[in-house]
Nanobody, 115 residues
Framework: QVQLVESGGGLVQPGGSLRLTCAAS????????MAWYRQAPGHERELVAS???????FYADSVKGRFTISRDNAKNTIYLQMNTLKSEDTAVYYC?????????WGQGTQVTVSS
């Protein structure tokens, strides 16, 4: 069984930074795609950024230039460095792993950007 555990969320002022961490445990294969999604109240869950095992990345237009996704395959961990945060970045952020025909989600971590 695969488990994803996120950490690093919290309250930050506009313009500030946070770093999210997602640690995967269980039957993990390093070639899986990992990603961060987010869901704000009243909105659908949306893809924020993704990274392949070979470190190819994708970013939503809304976070390009501000967020950076990275991956440590040896630790089965991904990170999301979030800079220049805006109020519209407020959401629950979820870690995602796609492996073979299966997909796994973390429990989510709240990010609130407010003065």
């Amino acid at each position: 069984q695969v488990q994803l555990v996120e950490s690093g969320g919290g309250l930050v002022q506009p313009g500030g930074s946070l770093r999210l961490t997602c640690a995967a445990s269980g039957s993990i294969f390093s070639e899986g795609l990992m990603a961060w999604y987010r869901q704000a109240p009243g909105h659908e869950r949306e893809l924020v950024a993704s990274i392949t095992s070979s470190a190819n990345t994708f970013y939503a237009d809304s976070v390009k230039g501000r967020f950076t996704i990275s991956r440590d395959n040896a630790k089965n961990t991904i990170y999301l460095q979030m800079n220049t945060l805006k109020s519209e970045d407020t959401a629950v952020y979820y870690c995602y792993l796609s492996q073979g025909f299966k997909a796994y989600w973390g429990q989510g971590t709240q990010v609130t950007v407010s003065s």
